[in-house]
């Protein structure tokens, strides 16, 4: 029946008609390839309360293969967590590619800190511990930095995944790319209010405004990506 089908959770089966197809597409194409330092990542964060807040690997794996088509030098992120998607972005950039990373708490950073260690790949990122407005204004301002990043990934506070976008079009290069997690909200944005469990309808409301906003902006190019809980993947074009 079509309401039980929409109120099962999200994990483990994606926006995907079936959890089998989900677990198809991880078994077949995600896990085999997925680097051992991020599967690392993925047991340890697993443990952790909130675990299900890490990017899903599926949706890891195409950042990941968008990374490696741009070559990024220099990148952002924007909600770190435990750093899953911080990890595939250091372990995707160039030897001398840097990651600013932002989080407002630092201490599910330190839980994934020791694979970043052994991984070798902690001197491409510097991680802020702050609230990411501030933060990212301050970097506006900075010298060389307007208009002179190549990529950024935002999977922070919803509510201000507006005023990152914002921020982001004056970090960004013309040609850069950013990538926002979290556009499909479990699939509650193409249900109706009353369908939508109670827990989610506050961040269905604020993705469905965000996904408008971002759907009528001329500055980019976009395509929405039904993998994990839905990406948008942008492109600025002027
Ligand atoms: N991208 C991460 C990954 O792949 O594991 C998941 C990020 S998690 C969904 C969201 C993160 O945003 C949390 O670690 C939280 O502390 C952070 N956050 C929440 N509000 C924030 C804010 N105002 N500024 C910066 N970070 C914030
Ligand atoms: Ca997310």
Redesign the pocket.
Known sequence: MESEKVLLPLKPRGLLQSENLYQYILETNVYPREPEPLRELREV?ASHP?AT???SPDA?QLIALILKLLNPKKTL??????????L?TALSIPEDGNITA????RS??EI?LPVIRKAGVEHKIDFIE????P?LDRLSKEIGNEGSFDFA?V???KP?HWNYHERVMKLLKVGGVVVY??TLWGGSVAMSEEDTEEGKKEGRQIIIEFNKLLAADPRVQISQAPVGDGITICRRIF
Do not use: C, H, K, Q
């Open positions: 964060t909130r807040m890490a990017i890891g992120e924007v909600g770190v967590f435990t750093g899953y998607s911080l595939l932002i989080d407002i708490n599910a950073y994934g702050s609230p990411a407005l933060v990934f999977d922070a506070d201000n997690d979290n």
